[in-house]
């Protein structure tokens, strides 16, 4: 459903307060809104190709290039903006000691 001119304005209004306000979010909003579709097609598309391109090798019994398409596949997919995410407990594992906020007590 299309927004009249009156409900426009107020986003626009709104989004200027937003980026007025915390300028790092509305970068990260913005660039997450601009081509996140099209990024994400493109990743997927990525990993179809690569996916069918390992499952073709394992049948014909080479599993060596498979390895190989499987280590360009997630090359690419670096290549192009992809970071994985990791577990929380991992995160928290990999994350060198310092000095932490402090514990809130009982």
Known sequence: ???????????????RSLAADDPSFA??????SGSGGRASRIRLAV???????????FWLGLPGQALVILLLTVGVL?????????????RDELTPPGPRAPDPGP
Request: proline share 7%.
């Open 1 to 15: 459903m299309p927004l009249d001119d009156a409900e426009r304005s107020v986003l626009a209004e709104t989004e």
């Open 27 to 32: 970068r990260r909003w913005h660039r997450a």
């Open 47 to 57: 990993v179809v190709v690569g996916l069918l391109l390992i499952v073709g090798l």
């Open 78 to 90: 670096l290549g192009i903006g992809w970071r994985p995410r990791l577990p929380q407990s991992l």
